[in-house]
């Protein structure tokens, strides 16, 4: 594909149930990032891979949250046991190299009822 | 802890004005700063980006972006905006990590309304 893309789009879940969020990056970019961004603020770090090495964690708000990237291409975002603080987009990005131009793809909007 | 501050959070402005957009980092070492835009259903692009070199960069639809070192800044203008450049602003600052990667940090965003 041309972009990145994210799925599923939308996702609603019951408080205490566990979602996984899909990233494709575009084919060729090493490095990955996951974002999460609340209602009118800015994209909030959360996680950073090169290939398959989760290099950065530090932005993931909880243990509940857990990423991966086994083979270097898609990534899954998981979250355990939702709460409603975790309602938020969360984005994808993948890029060439880093630093350089981020390529997002359009999020996942996650509403915990 | 390295921040980006924006500081117009929403912007009203008739087609043709001149638009000036703040942003402000905090973080001592060497940083690349972006300007990232989200038009109304699209996802984040690229609007100009600063590595080194000139200062005054130029981007895509006729934005341009200073970086002024001494003063932690790198604001986006434009001299007349049109009304397909309401969207939503995001200024970016990657940062070398102590553990060796790069951390990109964004500001908060502005919205933009541009009034036919």
């Known amino acids: 594909g041309a972009g990145v893309s994210q799925s599923p789009r939308y996702k609603v879940a019951k408080r205490g149930q566990d979602v996984a969020l899909r990233c494709d990056p575009i084919?060729?970019?090493?490095?990955l990032f996951w974002y999460q961004q609340a209602l009118g603020q800015g994209p909030e770090f959360l996680t950073y891979?090169?290939?398959?090495?989760?290099?950065?964690k530090s932005g993931l708000p909880s243990d509940r949250f857990f990423a991966e990237r086994p083979e270097g291409s898609v990534s899954t975002l998981k979250i355990q046991r939702t709460q409603q603080e975790d309602s938020a987009v969360y984005l994808c990005?993948?890029?060439?190299?880093?630093?350089?131009?981020?390529?997002f793809g359009p999020g996942t909007r996650l509403t915990v009822l | 802890a390295q921040s980006v501050s924006q500081h117009n959070h929403h912007v009203i402005l008739s087609e043709a004005a001149s638009l000036e957009l703040g942003c402000n980092y905090s973080?001592?070492?060497?940083?690349?700063l972006f300007w990232y835009v989200q038009y109304p259903g699209q996802h984040l692009q690229l609007l100009l980006k600063?590595?080194?070199?000139?200062?005054l960069v130029k981007g895509i639809k006729g934005f341009e972006a200073e970086f002024i070192k001494s003063k932690f800044s790198f604001n986006l203008r434009k001299p007349s905006v049109q009304w397909s450049d309401t969207a939503e602003y995001f200024c970016?600052?990657?940062?070398?990590?102590?553990?060796?990667?790069?951390?990109?940090?964004f500001g908060t965003g502005t919205r933009l309304k541009v009034l036919a």
């Open positions: 990005a993948s890029s060439l190299r880093v630093p350089d131009t981020q390529y």
């Open positions: 084919s060729g970019h090493v490095s």
């Open positions: 891979f090169q290939n398959e090495a989760q290099l950065d």
């Open positions: 973080y001592g070492g060497t940083v690349n």
């Open positions: 600063y590595f080194s070199g000139d200062p």
């Open positions: 970016a600052v990657t940062s070398l990590t102590t553990s060796g990667t790069y951390k990109y940090i």
